[in-house]
């Protein structure tokens, strides 16, 4: 079975404050997209990735490859105007079945188990994400107020989101719309479900600084 990963790498980090986009800023002498790449090799060396990258990032991602002796099969891919676009534009680098797992380059702290848990469910599924209880107490905003909910019919989502490849490309032959805001969304609109898997709680999406201090944490 063909196993594809495309790595979404296109974010600018406004919101980390940094002189770098937050997947090349540095954990211990390593951009972070390089730490999310290793895991996914950890768990299947023959995966062929579709890095996803702004053009004028790719100078950058040239040069920090250069830096490391990582080695591993992958394509680059422009990021469009939002991730929509961005995932349609690699998927279109595919063209062969098999299964493929789409990935936010800032969360390194994904788990082997967490991949496993979506790799082994995509036999049966074509869709699979994987995602972790809500710990908060949370409430549903109505007009005028709000109201408490139970927070155990609720999860909250992650990625790696894996696919089967002809169903997502099918899925993402479609126009945007502003309630796509991730993959499993987008399937949604075509296939109506998607599978649940666990998660890990750890496997938190680097977007500021607090979230950098942690990733840091876990990853020494």
């Known amino acids: 079975m063909t196993h594809y990963v495309i790595i979404v790498a296109g974010g600018s980090g406004k919101r980390m404050n940094a002189s770098l986009p937050k997947q090349f800023?540095?954990?211990?002498q390593k951009p972070i997209i390089f730490h999310t790449i290793e895991k996914f090799l950890a768990f299947d060396g023959s995966i062929h990735f579709i890095i996803a990258?702004?053009?004028?990032m790719i100078s950058l991602w040239e040069n920090e490859l250069k830096k490391t002796n990582l080695l591993f099969n992958h394509t680059i891919s422009l990021a469009g105007e939002e991730r929509f676009h961005t995932v349609k534009n690699a998927l279109s680098h595919i063209n062969k079945d098999g299964i493929v797992g789409i990935h936010d380059a800032v969360r390194p702290l994904v788990n082997l188990k967490t991949i496993k848990n979506c790799v082994n469910s995509i036999g049966n599924h074509t869709g699979v994400i994987p995602v972790v209880p809500v710990v908060d107490s949370i409430r549903?905003?109505?007009?005028?107020?709000?109201?408490?909910?139970?927070?155990?019919?609720?999860?909250?989502?992650?990625t790696p989101q894996y696919f089967n490849i002809k169903a997502i490309k099918q899925a993402y032959n479609t126009n945007y719309d502003a309630i796509?805001?991730?993959?499993?969304?987008?399937y949604e609109q075509k296939f109506n479900t998607v599978h649940l898997v666990d998660g890990n709680e750890e496997n938190i999406k680097i977007?500021?600084?607090?979230?950098?201090?942690?990733?840091?944490?876990?990853l020494s």
């Open 25 to 28: 800023i540095p954990i211990n």
């Open 53 to 56: 990258l702004q053009e004028d």
């Open 140 to 158: 549903e905003l109505k007009e005028v107020n709000s109201i408490a909910v139970n927070r155990a019919n609720y999860k909250a989502v992650q």
């Open 180 to 186: 796509f805001t991730d993959d499993a969304s987008v």
């Open 207 to 218: 977007t500021t600084q607090k979230d950098l201090v942690l990733a840091k944490h876990y």
